[in-house]
């Protein structure tokens, strides 16, 4: 079989290169498939994952760490809203049931009460009270009344009372610490450091 070598030109743009940029092409077994066009290794530099030889920066530099941060006047933590579209999903999937069982249209009430948990269950946080609201109603306490926090089941977070009282926080976890202390003014220490 005859072997085939093709040059692209460059154009500008092309792959992320300049347009002197050098290029290479593989040789291919079969003229109906085009080459392959990558940059060559550059002087000083290594190929493709290594670092090559450019004084512009890739990636802008990050922050400093000792900027303050901006507190938010209000945090809300809530389950996610993706929930609402597997209820939608059941429902669809349940509708042959429903209308050929007799009573099984009762299912329905249980996606409708699975979005009305989703939807209302939340904790707000702010700089003067923590709420933590439920199906059924809510509780607000002032950042001075809590003691400490617990972890609770499957890493929620649950807030200990000045009288050893335990507040469930609903929908806020472990990988929440950072943000919860940002939101708190400082009065729950960041477990990141940062």
Same mark, same amino acid.
Request: charged fraction near 20%.
């Given at each position: 079989?005859?072997?085939?070598?093709?040059?692209? !030109?460059?154009?500008?743009?092309?792959?992320?290169?300049?347009?002197? &940029? $050098? /290029?290479?092409?593989? #040789?291919?077994?079969? =003229? @109906?498939?085009?080459?392959?066009?990558?940059?060559?290794?550059?002087?000083?530099?290594?190929?493709?994952?290594? !670092?090559?030889?450019?004084?512009?920066?890739?990636?802008?530099?990050? &922050? $400093? /760490?000792?900027?303050? #941060?901006?507190?938010? =006047? @209000?945090?809300?933590?809530?389950?996610?809203?993706?929930?609402?579209?597997?209820?939608?999903?059941?429902?669809?999937?349940?509708?042959?049931?429903?209308?050929?069982?007799?009573?099984?249209?009762?299912?329905?009430?249980?996606?409708?009460?699975?979005?009305?948990?989703?939807?209302?269950?939340?904790?707000?946080?702010?700089?003067?009270?923590?709420?933590?609201?439920?199906?059924?109603?809510?509780?607000?306490?002032?950042?001075?009344?809590?003691?400490?926090?617990?972890?609770?089941?499957?890493?929620?977070?649950?807030?200990?009372?000045?009288?050893?009282?335990?507040?469930?926080?609903?929908?806020?976890?472990?990988?929440?610490?950072?943000?919860?202390?940002?939101?708190?003014?400082?009065?729950?220490?960041?477990?990141?450091?940062?």
């Amino acid at each position: 079989m005859k072997r085939i070598s093709r040059v692209v !030109p460059p154009t500008a743009g092309a792959h992320g290169l300049a347009p002197d &940029a $050098p /290029l290479e092409t593989e #040789r291919m077994a079969s =003229p @109906r498939t085009p080459p392959r066009v990558r940059p060559r290794a550059r002087a000083g530099g290594r190929c493709e994952n290594g !670092p090559v030889s450019s004084t512009e920066p890739s990636v802008p530099d990050p &922050a $400093p /760490l000792d900027v303050q #941060r901006e507190v938010p =006047p @209000r945090l809300v933590f809530r389950h996610s809203a993706l929930g609402i579209l597997a209820a939608v999903l059941f429902l669809i999937c349940a509708l042959p049931l429903m209308l050929s069982v007799p009573f099984f249209w009762l299912v329905v009430l249980v996606p409708i009460g699975f979005v009305v948990w989703l939807v209302r269950v939340r904790t707000t946080v702010d700089g003067d009270t923590v709420t933590a609201r439920t199906v059924t109603g809510s509780r607000s306490v002032a950042w001075d009344d809590i003691a400490s926090l617990r972890l609770g089941k499957r890493s929620g977070l649950m807030a200990v009372l000045g009288d050893d009282t335990a507040l469930p926080l609903p929908a806020v976890h472990l990988r929440d610490l950072p943000a919860l202390a940002i939101a708190s003014g400082g009065r729950v220490p960041d477990p990141t450091g940062d």
